[in-house]
């Protein structure tokens, strides 16, 4: 049985527009060459070159010589080795010497798409009918490096989108570092690397039970700089360094607008890009909500399944996931405890579906097989499309296959609520594949989503066009449920 969809007429384009200004570091000797350079100028000619920069660039972000003064603190160290009195600078030469550590990078260059969308925590002053969702998005720029962006809107009660207004600048988060880390089980997590031990045994046997992020990071910095050290070693401390970078927090500022607010890349093991976020509002047992977001950290060689969560959209806590399920792409959080456990769909082999469960939110052990490719159109592999939705007749898993021509379908299960590894039905047919309008793009012949709602007894499923724009598609619950329990 083939299910109706309606693909509503509304595009999220790519902005080149929407830039941020970047700390950029031209290398130790360069840096010493410009800022001679610029000690040289007298306070007239650095204050002029300065306020022609600030005439130039202070309109396109918000506080920009804030920006500038902190570029200039991150070269303070190669000031200060050049036997230049770092606190005697003007605070107007500062922000010279920050601006030449400063770039513009446009975030939505080349792609915007992949989008997850969830229920705002906010639903106050709405008319009948109508809903306000937010919906991230992967960004994506210059070098391919994404980001997570986020988008307001509400939906009425015909389903159409209303977006809110985007915001004029954009807010790059405070990061705080986490304060302890738990040895035990960072060495599990080293190991999960495959990251020989010893290489990092004697660092770990040194180290408390509970340890510093600075105590660590200074003791692998220390013995990187050693002459004698073989790549592998160079290797495998620098993985080091990228987990422990990869646990943190960051903060945004209280007079941003959501769609202002981006989560770019900071650890080395996301150097290359954060990729796919799958959002999901969870529902405690107590009532409250959090919202957790499943995502690919990639660092040009290795990947790094991470866990971000937030109660507010201003400060998130990021950490790694833990386990031998936490393998590979694709993790999505279910919205809800079951059976009193965390759970979570995988794809650890990178062709079917898993299911596992646990105690805790960042550790996944023993996936169960629950789904593999049975329909041609996914026949090289099948994998989720979001956290699972919750609806009386069971868990709605919105699915991607992949085909011939590795040509990207958006298909739909039916799973038992209290058991999800039991199927109560799948489309043999997928509800959305590329129609010729939207098979060209950054990767032709793909559509793909990482998130959808249930409004007005409607699937809401947001999805990315050929890895370049996103739109999103409206199905009938009643009809999509009927075609569920009938199929094979």
């Given at each position: 049985?083939?299910?109706?969809?309606?693909?509503?007429?509304?595009?999220?384009?790519?902005?080149?527009?929407?830039?941020?200004?970047?700390?950029?570091?031209?290398?130790?000797?360069?840096?010493?060459?410009?800022?001679?350079?610029?000690?040289?100028?007298?306070?007239?000619?650095?204050?002029?070159?300065?306020?022609?920069?600030?005439?130039?660039?202070?309109?396109?972000?918000?506080?920009?010589?804030?920006?500038?003064?902190k570029h200039c603190d991150?070269?303070?160290?190669?000031?200060?080795?050049?036997?230049?009195?770092?606190?005697?600078?003007?605070?107007?030469?500062?922000?010279?010497?920050?601006?030449?550590?400063?770039?513009?990078?446009?975030?939505e260059s080349a792609a915007?798409?992949?989008?997850?969308?969830?229920?705002?925590?906010?639903q106050s002053y709405l008319?009948?009918?109508?809903?306000?969702?937010?919906?991230?998005?992967?960004?994506?720029?210059?070098?391919?490096?994404?980001?997570?962006?986020?988008?307001?809107?509400?939906?009425?009660?015909?389903?159409?989108?209303?977006?809110?207004?985007?915001?004029?600048?954009?807010?790059?988060?405070?990061?705080?570092?986490?304060?302890?880390?738990?040895?035990?089980?960072?060495?599990?997590?080293?190991?999960?690397?495959?990251?020989?031990?010893?290489?990092?045994?004697?660092?770990?046997?040194?180290?408390?039970?509970?340890?510093?992020?600075?105590?660590?990071?200074?003791?692998?910095?220390?013995?990187?700089?050693?002459?004698?050290?073989?790549?592998?070693?160079?290797?495998?401390?620098?993985?080091?360094?990228?987990?422990?970078?990869?646990?943190?927090?960051?903060?945004?500022?209280?007079?941003?607008?959501?769609?202002?607010?981006?989560?770019?890349?900071?650890?080395?093991?996301?150097?290359?890009?954060?990729?796919?976020?799958?959002?999901?509002?969870?529902?405690?047992?107590?009532?409250?909500?959090?919202?957790?977001?499943?995502?690919?950290?990639?660092?040009?060689?290795?990947?790094?399944?991470?866990?971000?969560?937030?109660?507010?959209?201003?400060?998130?806590?990021?950490?790694?996931?833990?386990?031998?399920?936490?393998?590979?792409?694709?993790?999505?959080?279910?919205?809800?405890?079951?059976?009193?456990?965390?759970?979570?769909?995988?794809?650890?082999?990178?062709?079917?579906?898993?299911?596992?469960?646990?105690?805790?939110?960042?550790?996944?052990?023993?996936?169960?097989?629950?789904?593999?490719?049975?329909?041609?159109?996914?026949?090289?592999?099948?994998?989720?499309?979001?956290?699972?939705?919750?609806?009386?007749?069971?868990?709605?898993?919105?699915?991607?296959?992949?085909?011939?021509?590795?040509?990207?379908?958006?298909?739909?299960?039916?799973?038992?609520?209290?058991?999800?590894?039991?199927?109560?039905?799948?489309?043999?047919?997928?509800?959305?594949?590329?129609?010729?309008?939207?098979?060209?793009?950054?990767?032709?012949?793909?559509?793909?989503?990482?998130?959808?709602?249930?409004?007005?007894?409607?699937?809401?499923?947001?999805?990315?066009?050929?890895?370049?724009?996103?739109?999103?598609?409206?199905?009938?619950?009643?009809?999509?449920?009927?075609?569920?329990?009938?199929?094979?």
């Amino acid at each position: 049985m083939r299910v109706s969809v309606e693909r509503k007429n509304f595009t999220f384009l790519p902005d080149c527009k929407r830039v941020v200004a970047r700390y950029f570091m031209n290398g130790e000797k360069r840096t010493r060459d410009l800022v001679n350079r610029i000690i040289q100028l007298t306070e007239a000619e650095a204050n002029q070159a300065l306020e022609q920069t600030l005439r130039e660039f202070a309109s396109r972000h918000r506080n920009i010589s804030r920006i500038f003064f902190k570029h200039c603190d991150n070269v303070r160290g190669i000031i200060e080795g050049m036997d230049i009195n770092y606190e005697d600078l003007s605070d107007e030469r500062k922000m010279l010497i920050g601006s030449y550590c400063t770039m513009e990078y446009s975030l939505e260059s080349a792609a915007f798409f992949n989008p997850s969308m969830i229920e705002d925590l906010d639903q106050s002053y709405l008319e009948k009918g109508e809903k306000r969702v937010l919906i991230s998005f992967r960004a994506t720029g210059e070098g391919h490096i994404s980001s997570i962006v986020f988008r307001r809107a509400i939906l009425d009660a015909n389903n159409d989108l209303h977006l809110s207004t985007i915001g004029d600048y954009i807010d790059m988060a405070e990061i705080l570092h986490k304060k302890l880390y738990d040895k035990e089980r960072f060495v599990t997590k080293l190991k999960e690397m495959h990251n020989p031990e010893k290489h990092f045994g004697s660092i770990m046997d040194n180290l408390p039970d509970r340890f510093e992020y600075y105590t660590l990071k200074n003791a692998v910095t220390n013995l990187l700089k050693e002459k004698e050290i073989t790549s592998s070693r160079k290797m495998a401390l620098e993985e080091i360094t990228w987990l422990v970078d990869s646990f943190y927090d960051i903060k945004f500022h209280k007079d941003s607008d959501i769609t202002e607010r981006v989560i770019f890349p900071i650890s080395e093991s996301e150097s290359r890009g954060i990729e796919d976020a799958r959002f999901v509002r969870f529902l405690e047992d107590d009532g409250t909500v959090k919202v957790y977001a499943t995502y690919t950290a990639f660092n040009g060689h290795t990947i790094l399944p991470k866990l971000l969560s937030t109660e507010d959209f201003y400060t998130f806590r990021i950490m790694p996931l833990h386990g031998n399920g936490a393998q590979d792409k694709n993790l999505a959080l279910f919205p809800k405890k079951i059976k009193g456990k965390y759970a979570m769909l995988s794809r650890i082999d990178g062709v079917n579906n898993y299911l596992m469960y646990s105690e805790r939110t960042t550790l996944w052990n023993s996936p169960k097989l629950i789904q593999e490719p049975r329909f041609p159109w996914e026949f090289t592999q099948i994998g989720n499309c979001g956290s699972p939705v919750w609806t009386e007749k069971g868990w709605l898993i919105i699915t991607h296959g992949v085909g011939p021509m590795r040509r990207y379908s958006i298909g739909v299960s039916l799973m038992d609520l209290d058991d999800p590894s039991k199927e109560i039905g799948r489309l043999e047919e997928p509800i959305l594949m590329p129609l010729e309008e939207e098979r060209n793009g950054y990767v032709p012949n793909v559509v793909y989503s990482c998130g959808s709602i249930i409004h007005n007894n409607c699937l809401i499923l947001p999805y990315a066009v050929s890895d370049y724009s996103s739109t999103y598609a409206v199905v009938q619950l009643e009809e999509l449920f009927s075609a569920l329990i009938k199929s094979p």
